[in-house]
């Protein structure tokens, strides 16, 4: 492909938490993909492979503790743990369960559903994870809009394996030169991520949310989340629920 007029170039920017999220996105042309690795967006991408109809997510627990009244299954993890009194928490394990098949899902999780109701101001909100990578890749090349990397970080600080997986989407936009327009953050996200690529669950090792996840005993977690392509689905905030086409 030609190299676009510079005028028309797609910016491509990672925000590193949820507390920087840049004005400039927000009801603008563009796709936030909302990234939360270790655990809530490789959840919801599992969730959809298993056949999940649709997923709300929620940021508070009284919000969750409405739904779950109602009779919806609702996800409710916080510091790495389930809420006593809801159906799950948010390992990727638990969304694959033959009795959520076709149905509406709710969830609230430390991070990523804050990040998810942080990003809903913009245009179009989808979520990406290390499974479903190349899908968001493709998805994103196919729009053609200027695109922000929204990692959840940990409590609006920067974490390690979402500013990876952000990197991660950078190296695969660039090479459609349509997305020449990279932040600063864009660029160093993606030298990180070619850093760390070939061995990614060594380069977390020594990484905070990984020795969090270690003390819970989720070694099988982290090992599934960091799993690259295998899923095709592109889960996408449309109102106030996430659902595949
Ligand atoms: O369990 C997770 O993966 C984390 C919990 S923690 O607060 O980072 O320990 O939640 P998430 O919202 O998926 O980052
Ligand atoms: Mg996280």
Not at 55 to 77: D, M
Request: proline share 3%.
């Amino acid at each position: 492909m030609e190299n676009p007029d510079a005028a028309h170039l797609r910016k491509v920017e990672v925000c590193l938490s949820p507390a920087l999220f840049p004005v400039y996105y927000s009801n603008k042309n563009c796709v936030v993909v909302v990234i939360d690795v270790f655990r809530a967006t490789s959840a919801i991408v599992t969730a959809f492979d298993n056949g999940i109809k649709e997923i709300i997510p929620v940021s508070s627990i009284e919000e969750a503790k409405e739904y779950k009244e109602k009779g919806y299954f609702v996800g409710a993890e916080r510091k790495g743990e389930i809420i006593e009194g809801f159906d799950f928490g948010n390992s990727p394990f638990s969304y694959m369960q033959d009795q959520l098949k076709g149905q509406t899902v709710v969830l609230t999780t430390t991070n990523g559903t804050k990040a998810l109701n942080r990003a809903k101001a913009a245009d179009r909100v989808i979520v990406g994870s290390f499974l479903n990578l190349t899908a968001v890749i493709n998805y994103l090349r196919e729009q053609k809009k200027d695109v922000l990397l929204l990692c959840a970080g940990w409590r609006d600080r920067f974490n390690m394996e979402d500013t990876l997986f952000a990197g991660a989407v950078v190296e695969g936009l660039i090479e459609d030169p349509l997305f020449g327009n990279l932040a600063d953050s864009a660029t160093a996200s993606m030298h990180l991520y070619q850093v760390a690529k070939d061995d990614l669950n060594e380069y977390l090792k020594n990484t905070s949310h990984r020795r969090r996840l270690a003390r819970l005993n989720l070694e099988k977690d982290i090992a599934y989340c960091l799993q690259r392509d295998i899923s095709s689905n592109v889960p996408e905030l449309v109102g106030n629920a996430l659902t595949v086409k």
